[in-house]
């Protein structure tokens, strides 16, 4: 009895042993990534991550420890440190390594005892990631950026470089409904570049044809952004396009209170009050514009076409009078006349200030004709001429 008693003493002491060399290479690998983890870079870093994988796979190989969480969390903390400095190949090795001991340490780290470990792990998963897709998106592979962009978003999903870059990646790839989904999130944080992601955010919309949702988008942005004049002038040619003349002057009015030196905006409201076929107040606006910038080429264009307009309304009826009419005939090609002559030099300085438009030089035939002054109107086509033979 007293033999057995030894035999089985010195057993329990082996297993005891054992057990605790198991452990011991735990702590080990805690250990030496705790010193990686001090420097991070370097010839030392390098050896106590190594020196930590070679214990931690000890350690994951026995049955004593394998299924502990500190084992899966320190497994995927070290497999993912040394992601970050391999080739390509072994790096994938690696990162589906440590991605599986993170699944792992997650669901067995009940109280969580390893969130250092875990939170290193997510940095480094989400940085490969990251790293994955710039290299896609570098090389045109948008569909594939995508999808690992939104890998890294998974990881970090109110970080707002991963929600833009998911963002980004999705609109190169035509997946608007992805790109979408991602700037509507982007516009809620606080990203600081917000104003512009609601512009594209925007022309997403427009490209599906969606017009209503794009104008609700600019609403929120030049509520958001009262200010900005850029958001103004988007949700102002928004509204034009799709002929809401009153939003539109209500919000050109909102704009021009807060920016009352963009001549941008007295020419939209002028451009509103044109589209309306209201020529006397255009004009109005269209002046307001040209007193802040005398050489807007748009605004002289369409001053100019503003005046023209009903001159050419006058002529065209003058010209259609019965011979025995001729008193009406002389009082209607005065006042046409007239309105030619006043309407001349804005469309002169816009043939001036941008020399090769059709549109303008058009108008400016218009005008000599209207005048009857034939020999301008003939120089006025050869230059027309000119341009369309190029």
């Known amino acids: 009895m007293k033999t057995k008693y030894v035999i089985a003493s010195a057993f329990a002491l082996a297993v005891s042993t054992a057990a605790m060399a198991q452990k011991s290479e735990l702590a080990n690998a805690k250990s030496e990534y705790d010193k990686f983890s001090v420097v991070r870079t370097g010839k030392i870093a390098s050896t106590s991550l190594n020196s930590a994988k070679e214990a931690i796979d000890k350690a994951a190989a026995n049955d004593k420890t394998a299924a502990l969480p500190q084992t899966y969390a320190l497994k995927a903390a070290i497999y993912g440190s040394l992601a970050g400095d391999t080739t390509q190949q072994s790096r994938d090795n690696l990162i589906t390594t440590a991605q599986e001991a993170y699944k ?47 890998n890294y978003r998974q990881y970090f999903p109110e970080d707002t470089n991963a929600i833009l870059y998911t963002g980004l990646a999705a609109a190169n790839a035509k997946n608007n409904d992805a790109a979408i989904s991602n700037y509507k999130k982007l516009v809620t944080t606080k990203y600081s570049k917000t104003m512009g992601v609601y512009s594209d955010l925007a022309s997403l919309y427009l490209m599906k044809k969606d017009t209503a949702s794009a104008l609700k988008v600019m609403d929120e942005a030049t509520k958001k952004f009262p200010k900005n004049a850029d958001l103004a002038k988007r949700e ?17 009015e909102t704009a021009i209170a807060n920016d009352p030196k963009n001549k941008t905006l007295y020419y939209y409201a002028g451009l509103t009050y044109s589209s309306a076929k209201d020529y006397v107040k255009a004009g109005e606006y269209y002046q307001k514009a040209l007193d802040i910038d005398p050489n807007y080429y748009e605004a002289n264009l369409n001053q100019g076409f503003v005046i023209m307009s009903p001159a050419i309304d006058i002529f065209n009826a003058a010209n259609k009078l019965p011979a025995n009419k001729q008193k009406e005939y002389t009082a209607a090609i005065a006042k046409s006349n007239a309105l030619f002559t006043k309407a001349e030099p804005y469309i002169v300085k816009a043939t001036e200030e941008n020399p090769t438009s059709l549109e303008a030089l058009s108008n400016l035939k218009t005008v000599y004709i209207g005048k009857k002054e034939d020999a301008k109107a003939a120089a006025v086509q050869k230059k027309i001429d000119a341009l369309t033979k190029k």
């Open 236 to 252: 102002i040619e928004l509204n034009i396009q799709s002929g809401n003349k009153k939003e539109v002057l209500q919000k050109i």
């Open 104 to 150: 792992k340490a997650e669901a067995a780290d009940t109280k969580g005892e390893n969130k250092k470990l875990l939170e290193d792990t997510k940095i480094s998963l989400a940085n490969y990631q990251l790293q994955t897709g710039v290299k896609q998106y570098q090389s045109g592979k948008y569909d594939q950026a995508f999808a690992s962009f939104d």
